[in-house]
C-alpha cells in the first residue's frame, strides 16, 4: 500500500525556517517525481514545486512565490522528500501536502497524496 | 503562466442529477489536465488525468473531456458521497497551477 507520510510542521515566527519531511513507503521511490502542494486555511491548492527522479538528475521547478527561499530534496536511501523553508512570511501558512508523481500519466498528475502537514507563520 | 478559471465555483445539486464543471485555460494547452476531489480536512483525491482517463478505481459515473483551452469534468448521476470541493489541475507547462475549485453541495 502506498503511503506518503508528512512531518515537521509547526509554529514558527516570520523570517523563520522549517524543514518538512515525506515519509514514503509501498512504492520503488526513487522511481518517481515528487512535489508538494500547500493549501491555506480556507482557500484553495497551490502548487510548492517538484524534484524529479534520479533518471532526470534530481532536478527541480518551484512556483515564484517560494523560488529562493524554499529547497526541496530527497534522499532515495531513506524513501524521503523534504522541503526546506526559509525566510518564511504570514503567507507561507498552510497545510502542506507531499504528493507522487503519477508514472502512467508520465508525471502529468498526482496519484497518491499525504495527510499534510500544517506550517504556521505568526508572531 | 497558464491560468485555469473553474465554472462554477459553486453549484447546488441533488442525488442522482447531471453535473457539469468547465475548466476554461487562459492559452491553449496540450490534454495535461487532471481533476481532483477533496473533501473537508481531508487530502485531495486524483479522478481523471490526462483529461479524459479515469484513474483506477474511481468509479465510471466520473468523467472528463475537453481540449485546447476548455475541459469539462462530468459526473452523470451524483452519489451522496460526491459532495465535495474539485479542482481542475494543468500539468503542461511550469508553473503547475490549478483551478480555484468548485463547491459542490446537496441541494
Known amino acids: 500500500e502506498v503511503q506518503l507520510v508528512e512531518s515537521g510542521g509547526g509554529l514558527v515566527q516570520p523570517g523563520g525556517s522549517l524543514r518538512l519531511s515525506c515519509a514514503a513507503s509501498?512504492?520503488?521511490?526513487?522511481?518517481?517525481?515528487m512535489d508538494w502542494v500547500r493549501q491555506a486555511p480556507g482557500k484553495g491548492l497551490e502548487w510548492v514545486g517538484r524534484?524529479?527522479?534520479?533518471?532526470?538528475?534530481?532536478?527541480?521547478e518551484y512556483a515564484a512565490s517560494v523560488k529562493g527561499r524554499f529547497t526541496i530534496s530527497r534522499d532515495d536511501s531513506k524513501n524521503s522528500l523534504y522541503l526546506q523553508m526559509n525566510s518564511l512570511k504570514t503567507e507561507d501558512t498552510a497545510v502542506y501536502y507531499c504528493?507522487?508523481?503519477?508514472?502512467?500519466?508520465?508525471?502529468?498528475?498526482?496519484?497518491?497524496w499525504g495527510q499534510g502537514t500544517l506550517a504556521t507563520v505568526s508572531s | 503562466d497558464i491560468q485555469l478559471t473553474q465554472s462554477p465555483s459553486f453549484l447546488s445539486a441533488s442525488v442522482g442529477d447531471r453535473v457539469t464543471i468547465t475548466c476554461r485555460a487562459s492559452?491553449?494547452?496540450?490534454?495535461?489536465l487532471a481533476w481532483y476531489q477533496q473533501k473537508p480536512g481531508k487530502a485531495p483525491k486524483l479522478l481523471i488525468y490526462?483529461?479524459?482517463t479515469l484513474q483506477s478505481g474511481v468509479p465510471s459515473r466520473f468523467s472528463g473531456s475537453g481540449s485546447g483551452t476548455e475541459f469539462t469534468l462530468t459526473i452523470s448521476s451524483l452519489q451522496p458521497e460526491d459532495f465535495a470541493t474539485y479542482y481542475c489541475?494543468?500539468?503542461?507547462?511550469?508553473?503547475?497551477?490549478f483551478g480555484q475549485g468548485t463547491r459542490l453541495e446537496i441541494k
Open positions: 489541475q494543468q500539468l503542461n507547462s511550469y508553473p503547475i497551477t
Open positions: 492559452q491553449g494547452m496540450s490534454s495535461y
Open positions: 490526462a483529461a479524459s
Open positions: 509501498g512504492f520503488t521511490f526513487s522511481d518517481h517525481s
Open positions: 524534484n524529479r527522479n534520479k533518471a532526470n538528475s534530481y532536478t527541480t
Open positions: 504528493t507522487r508523481g503519477s508514472l502512467s500519466s508520465g508525471w502529468r498528475s498526482f496519484d497518491y
